[in-house]
């Protein structure tokens, strides 16, 4: 239940704070969070990263679904009794769930954090949710999964 309540709050996370984006910033415009490292800078992002897949959104909406259907399978089979699995998984689920949202209501995702020491795409909340919940199933993978013969 833990991992559903983590999920949950990282979903309203990420669409409060692409609400506040949208209320608060015209289109293609920002403001400096962290100066030299970090601005929020509203774009619409209707692909991938770095716009890759551009305006595919029935392509995603597939991945997507069959996706989450996958690790939810995973996170009740195996991720409530590991629990740096279980993190992981809901962190994945929790940005999939996020963009999925925007997706599916705008046709595109609102994204809004801009680094500004190097050439990255912008990105959100479900964003960084999927980047360190696929860093923790790494680091499960690698460090602490068991292989049984």
């Known amino acids: 239940m833990l991992y559903y309540l983590i999920i949950a709050l990282l979903v309203g996370l990420d669409q409060i704070v692409k609400l506040w984006t949208v209320n608060n910033l015209d289109l293609h415009t920002g403001q400096p969070l962290i100066s030299g490292l970090l601005s929020l800078y509203y774009i619409q992002n209707d692909g991938a990263a770095w716009g890759m897949l551009s305006g595919q959104m029935w392509l995603f909406y597939i991945i997507t679904v069959v996706i989450l259907v996958v690790l939810i399978k995973m996170l009740h089979d195996e991720g409530f ?15 999939a769930i996020g963009n999925l949202i925007d997706r599916l209501h705008l046709n595109y995702v609102v994204d809004m954090f801009r680094l500004e020491f190097i050439n990255f795409p912008i990105f959100n909340v479900a964003d960084i ?7 923790l199933l790494v680091i499960y993978l690698l460090f602490v999964h068991k292989e049984v013969d």
């Open 81 to 95: 009794n590991q629990p740096l699995m279980g993190w992981g998984l809901s962190l994945i689920i929790a940005g």
């Open 129 to 135: 949710c999927l980047t360190l919940g696929v860093g």
